[in-house]
Protein backbone atom coordinates (compact mmCIF):
# COMPACT_ATOMS: atom_id res chain seq x y z
CA UNK A 1 0.00 0.00 0.00
CA UNK A 2 1.63 3.34 -0.91
CA UNK A 3 2.91 5.39 1.97
CA UNK A 4 0.78 8.79 2.41
CA UNK A 5 2.51 11.86 1.22
CA UNK A 6 2.80 14.20 4.30
CA UNK A 7 2.27 17.18 1.43
CA UNK A 8 -0.61 15.82 -0.21
CA UNK A 9 -3.70 18.45 1.20
CA UNK A 10 -1.33 21.55 0.27
CA UNK A 11 -0.59 20.06 -3.84
CA UNK A 12 -3.86 18.71 -4.36
CA UNK A 13 -5.05 22.53 -3.75
CA UNK A 14 -2.37 23.27 -7.09
CA UNK A 15 -4.12 22.07 -10.03
CA UNK A 16 -2.08 20.50 -12.56
CA UNK A 17 -1.90 19.25 -16.32
CA UNK A 18 0.43 17.08 -17.98
CA UNK A 19 1.47 18.54 -21.50
CA UNK A 20 4.31 17.19 -24.01
CA UNK A 21 6.52 19.36 -26.03
CA UNK A 22 8.42 18.05 -29.47
CA UNK A 23 12.40 18.56 -28.04
CA UNK A 24 15.38 17.41 -29.87
CA UNK A 25 13.82 15.27 -32.47
CA UNK A 26 12.21 12.89 -29.42
CA UNK A 27 8.67 13.60 -26.89
CA UNK A 28 9.36 15.49 -23.53
CA UNK A 29 6.46 15.22 -21.40
CA UNK A 30 6.68 17.62 -18.84
CA UNK A 31 3.88 18.61 -16.45
CA UNK A 32 2.29 22.58 -14.95
CA UNK A 33 1.48 23.40 -11.55
CA UNK A 34 -0.65 26.22 -10.92
CA UNK A 35 -1.10 29.36 -11.63
CA UNK A 36 1.20 32.44 -11.79
CA UNK A 37 -0.27 35.34 -9.65
CA UNK A 38 0.24 39.07 -10.73
CA UNK A 39 4.11 39.89 -11.01
CA UNK A 40 4.84 35.90 -10.03
CA UNK A 41 7.40 34.48 -12.52
CA UNK A 42 7.13 30.82 -14.13
CA UNK A 43 9.30 28.40 -12.83
CA UNK A 44 10.90 25.65 -15.06
CA UNK A 45 12.09 22.68 -12.80
CA UNK A 46 14.57 19.66 -13.36
CA UNK A 47 14.69 17.31 -10.97
CA UNK A 48 17.62 15.06 -9.94
CA UNK A 49 19.43 11.84 -10.99
CA UNK A 50 17.33 8.28 -11.01
CA UNK A 51 14.15 10.94 -10.16
CA UNK A 52 11.49 12.34 -11.93
CA UNK A 53 8.99 15.37 -11.93
CA UNK A 54 7.27 13.83 -8.84
CA UNK A 55 10.07 14.15 -6.43
CA UNK A 56 9.74 18.11 -6.84
CA UNK A 57 5.96 18.19 -5.96
CA UNK A 58 6.70 18.40 -2.38
CA UNK A 59 8.09 21.59 -2.63
CA UNK A 60 5.64 22.87 -5.60
CA UNK A 61 2.75 22.01 -2.53
CA UNK A 62 4.61 24.93 -0.88
CA UNK A 63 4.75 27.35 -3.90
CA UNK A 64 0.87 27.81 -4.68
CA UNK A 65 0.49 31.15 -7.17
CA UNK A 66 3.33 30.74 -9.18
CA UNK A 67 3.54 28.68 -12.08
CA UNK A 68 5.99 25.57 -11.92
CA UNK A 69 6.65 23.68 -14.88
CA UNK A 70 8.67 20.35 -14.43
CA UNK A 71 9.63 18.23 -17.22
CA UNK A 72 10.95 14.23 -16.57
CA UNK A 73 14.88 14.30 -18.12
CA UNK A 74 14.58 12.34 -21.42
CA UNK A 75 15.15 8.71 -20.51
CA UNK A 76 13.21 9.26 -17.09
CA UNK A 77 9.91 8.69 -16.22
CA UNK A 78 7.75 9.90 -19.51
CA UNK A 79 10.15 10.94 -21.11
CA UNK A 80 12.13 8.54 -24.07
CA UNK A 81 15.45 8.67 -24.18
CA UNK A 82 17.09 10.99 -27.38
CA UNK A 83 17.19 8.66 -30.18
CA UNK A 84 20.74 8.11 -31.04
CA UNK A 85 22.46 10.18 -28.81
CA UNK A 86 24.47 10.05 -26.34
CA UNK A 87 22.95 11.15 -22.69
CA UNK A 88 25.95 13.44 -22.03
CA UNK A 89 26.22 16.84 -19.98
CA UNK A 90 25.91 18.32 -23.90
CA UNK A 91 22.68 16.20 -24.52
CA UNK A 92 21.24 17.51 -21.43
CA UNK A 93 22.08 21.15 -21.39
CA UNK A 94 20.91 21.01 -25.45
CA UNK A 95 17.76 19.49 -24.29
CA UNK A 96 16.87 22.26 -21.25
CA UNK A 97 17.93 25.14 -23.22
CA UNK A 98 15.24 24.13 -26.41
CA UNK A 99 12.61 22.81 -23.96
CA UNK A 100 12.60 26.27 -21.88
CA UNK A 101 12.52 28.26 -24.64
CA UNK A 102 9.66 26.50 -26.42
CA UNK A 103 7.58 26.35 -23.34
CA UNK A 104 8.54 29.30 -20.98
CA UNK A 105 10.76 31.57 -22.14
CA UNK A 106 12.51 33.82 -20.01
CA UNK A 107 11.58 31.59 -17.02
CA UNK A 108 13.36 31.22 -13.56
CA UNK A 109 15.38 28.04 -14.23
CA UNK A 110 15.19 26.05 -10.67
CA UNK A 111 17.41 22.46 -10.57
CA UNK A 112 17.60 19.81 -7.46
CA UNK A 113 21.02 17.98 -7.25
CA UNK A 114 21.99 16.38 -10.90
CA UNK A 115 19.21 19.05 -12.56
CA UNK A 116 21.67 21.69 -10.56
CA UNK A 117 24.59 20.54 -13.27
CA UNK A 118 22.01 20.65 -16.11
CA UNK A 119 20.48 23.83 -14.73
CA UNK A 120 24.11 25.65 -14.48
CA UNK A 121 25.60 24.21 -17.58
CA UNK A 122 22.40 25.34 -19.65
CA UNK A 123 22.59 28.96 -18.41
CA UNK A 124 26.44 29.34 -18.55
CA UNK A 125 25.96 28.50 -22.16
CA UNK A 126 23.39 31.10 -23.03
CA UNK A 127 20.08 29.94 -21.55
CA UNK A 128 17.96 33.37 -20.93
CA UNK A 129 16.68 33.74 -17.13
CA UNK A 130 16.49 35.95 -14.81
CA UNK A 131 17.72 33.90 -12.06
CA UNK A 132 18.92 30.68 -11.14
CA UNK A 133 17.61 28.10 -8.59
CA UNK A 134 19.87 25.46 -7.64
CA UNK A 135 18.68 23.00 -4.51
CA UNK A 136 21.23 20.52 -3.14
CA UNK A 137 23.36 22.12 -5.56
CA UNK A 138 26.31 19.60 -6.48
CA UNK A 139 29.15 21.65 -5.35
CA UNK A 140 32.10 19.27 -5.55
CA UNK A 141 32.84 15.79 -6.88
CA UNK A 142 31.62 12.84 -5.93
CA UNK A 143 34.23 10.96 -4.93
CA UNK A 144 35.40 13.58 -2.86
CA UNK A 145 32.33 13.78 -0.84
CA UNK A 146 32.28 12.29 3.06
CA UNK A 147 30.94 9.41 1.47
CA UNK A 148 33.46 9.05 -0.64
CA UNK A 149 33.92 5.19 -0.40
CA UNK A 150 30.03 4.51 -0.58
CA UNK A 151 30.27 6.82 -4.24
CA UNK A 152 32.91 4.30 -5.44
CA UNK A 153 30.54 1.44 -3.94
CA UNK A 154 28.07 3.39 -6.67
CA UNK A 155 30.39 3.32 -9.21
CA UNK A 156 31.18 -0.64 -9.39
CA UNK A 157 27.65 -0.94 -9.29
CA UNK A 158 26.41 0.99 -12.35
CA UNK A 159 29.64 -0.25 -14.23
CA UNK A 160 28.67 -3.78 -13.02
CA UNK A 161 25.02 -3.11 -14.69
CA UNK A 162 26.40 -2.33 -17.72
CA UNK A 163 28.39 -4.79 -18.14
CA UNK A 164 26.44 -7.92 -17.36
CA UNK A 165 24.49 -9.35 -19.55
CA UNK A 166 21.47 -7.02 -20.68
CA UNK A 167 18.95 -9.22 -18.75
CA UNK A 168 20.71 -9.33 -15.46
CA UNK A 169 22.14 -5.70 -15.83
CA UNK A 170 18.77 -4.40 -15.62
CA UNK A 171 17.57 -6.58 -13.12
CA UNK A 172 20.35 -5.37 -10.90
CA UNK A 173 20.26 -1.62 -11.49
CA UNK A 174 16.09 -1.98 -11.09
CA UNK A 175 16.30 -3.68 -7.59
CA UNK A 176 14.27 -3.45 -4.74
CA UNK A 177 17.12 -3.82 -2.38
CA UNK A 178 19.94 -1.83 -4.19
CA UNK A 179 16.89 1.23 -4.41
CA UNK A 180 16.13 0.80 -0.78
CA UNK A 181 19.55 0.99 0.51
CA UNK A 182 19.76 3.86 -1.70
CA UNK A 183 16.79 5.75 0.07
CA UNK A 184 18.20 4.93 3.49
CA UNK A 185 21.33 6.47 2.90
CA UNK A 186 20.04 9.50 2.05
CA UNK A 187 16.99 10.16 4.52
CA UNK A 188 18.14 11.80 7.59
CA UNK A 189 14.90 12.68 9.19
CA UNK A 190 13.82 10.32 12.33
CA UNK A 191 9.76 10.85 11.29
CA UNK A 192 8.75 7.47 10.74
CA UNK A 193 6.26 8.41 8.36
CA UNK A 194 8.29 10.64 6.46
CA UNK A 195 10.45 7.79 5.87
CA UNK A 196 7.42 5.54 4.75
CA UNK A 197 6.88 8.07 2.28
CA UNK A 198 10.74 8.90 0.67
CA UNK A 199 11.29 5.02 0.75
CA UNK A 200 7.68 4.55 -1.24
CA UNK A 201 8.58 7.88 -3.80
CA UNK A 202 12.18 5.91 -4.39
CA UNK A 203 10.39 2.43 -4.42
CA UNK A 204 8.20 3.73 -7.01
CA UNK A 205 9.84 6.38 -9.13
CA UNK A 206 13.73 5.34 -9.02
CA UNK A 207 13.72 2.40 -11.74
CA UNK A 208 11.42 4.21 -14.48
CA UNK A 209 14.64 4.84 -16.30
CA UNK A 210 14.47 4.23 -19.99
CA UNK A 211 17.26 1.19 -20.24
CA UNK A 212 20.48 0.70 -18.47
CA UNK A 213 22.44 2.70 -21.24
CA UNK A 214 20.67 5.86 -20.85
CA UNK A 215 20.99 5.01 -16.58
CA UNK A 216 25.03 4.50 -17.48
CA UNK A 217 25.30 8.01 -19.52
CA UNK A 218 23.39 9.63 -16.69
CA UNK A 219 25.47 8.38 -13.87
CA UNK A 220 28.77 9.19 -14.88
CA UNK A 221 27.49 12.85 -16.57
CA UNK A 222 26.27 13.25 -12.51
CA UNK A 223 29.79 12.10 -11.31
CA UNK A 224 31.70 13.85 -13.24
CA UNK A 225 30.45 17.62 -13.34
CA UNK A 226 29.74 19.54 -10.64
CA UNK A 227 28.65 23.37 -10.44
CA UNK A 228 31.81 24.75 -10.19
CA UNK A 229 32.56 24.84 -13.90
CA UNK A 230 29.91 27.16 -14.57
CA UNK A 231 29.89 29.51 -11.78
CA UNK A 232 31.96 32.12 -12.61
CA UNK A 233 30.24 32.86 -15.85
CA UNK A 234 26.76 32.87 -14.71
CA UNK A 235 25.81 36.65 -14.09
CA UNK A 236 22.26 36.15 -12.77
CA UNK A 237 21.25 36.67 -9.41
CA UNK A 238 21.46 32.38 -7.64
CA UNK A 239 19.89 31.22 -5.22
CA UNK A 240 21.47 28.26 -3.47
CA UNK A 241 19.57 25.80 -0.97
CA UNK A 242 22.17 23.38 1.07
CA UNK A 243 22.05 21.14 3.55
CA UNK A 244 24.01 20.82 6.29
CA UNK A 245 24.52 17.01 6.82
CA UNK A 246 24.71 16.43 2.85
CA UNK A 247 26.58 13.62 2.08
CA UNK A 248 27.11 14.32 -1.60
CA UNK A 249 28.47 18.10 -0.94
CA UNK A 250 29.71 18.64 2.12
CA UNK A 251 28.36 22.14 3.58
CA UNK A 252 31.73 23.58 3.64
CA UNK A 253 31.75 22.79 -0.25
CA UNK A 254 28.67 24.31 -1.29
CA UNK A 255 29.93 27.62 1.03
CA UNK A 256 33.04 27.51 -1.08
CA UNK A 257 30.58 27.52 -4.11
CA UNK A 258 28.58 30.20 -3.30
CA UNK A 259 31.51 32.33 -3.20
CA UNK A 260 32.35 31.32 -7.14
CA UNK A 261 28.95 33.06 -8.55
CA UNK A 262 29.03 37.04 -9.24
CA UNK A 263 26.06 36.82 -7.40
CA UNK A 264 24.79 34.55 -5.53
CA UNK A 265 22.74 33.90 -2.14
CA UNK A 266 23.53 30.95 0.28
CA UNK A 267 20.68 29.30 2.69
CA UNK A 268 21.36 26.56 4.57
CA UNK A 269 18.96 23.75 6.10
CA UNK A 270 19.63 21.93 9.28
CA UNK A 271 19.30 18.13 9.87
CA UNK A 272 18.71 17.58 6.70
CA UNK A 273 20.71 15.83 3.83
CA UNK A 274 20.44 15.45 0.02
CA UNK A 275 16.63 15.12 0.42
CA UNK A 276 16.09 18.80 0.70
CA UNK A 277 13.04 18.67 -1.45
CA UNK A 278 11.11 15.61 0.98
CA UNK A 279 12.15 16.63 4.07
CA UNK A 280 12.56 20.48 4.48
CA UNK A 281 10.22 21.43 1.26
CA UNK A 282 8.56 24.16 3.48
CA UNK A 283 12.00 26.12 4.76
CA UNK A 284 13.32 25.43 0.33
CA UNK A 285 9.99 26.82 -0.66
CA UNK A 286 10.28 29.80 2.20
CA UNK A 287 14.06 30.79 0.54
CA UNK A 288 12.60 30.73 -3.01
CA UNK A 289 9.42 33.21 -2.30
CA UNK A 290 11.78 35.29 -0.82
CA UNK A 291 14.43 34.97 -3.41
CA UNK A 292 12.08 36.21 -5.67
CA UNK A 293 10.64 38.74 -3.32
CA UNK A 294 7.02 37.29 -2.95
CA UNK A 295 5.31 36.48 0.15
CA UNK A 296 6.39 33.41 2.15
CA UNK A 297 2.89 30.95 2.79
CA UNK A 298 3.34 29.83 7.02
CA UNK A 299 2.84 26.30 8.29
CA UNK A 300 4.27 22.67 6.98
Not at 80 to 101: N, Q, V
Not at 129 to 143: E, Q, S, V
Not at 253 to 266: D, G, N, T
Amino acid sequence: MPATSPYAARLAEIPVERREVEVLGSTTAYWVYGEAAEDAPTIVAVHGFRGEHHGLEPVVAYLPGIRIISPDLPGFGETPPIPDREHDLGLYTGWLCEFARAVAPGAVILGHSFGSIVAAAAVASGLETPRLILINPIGAPALEGPKGVLTRIAVLYYVLGARLPERWGTALLRHPLTVRVMSMAMAKTRDPALRRFIHDQHDTYFSRFADRDVLHDAFVTSASHDVRAFAGVIDVPTLLIAAQRDDITPIEAERRLAMMFPRAELVEIAEVGHLIHYEAPAEAAGAIRRFLRLPVVRGR
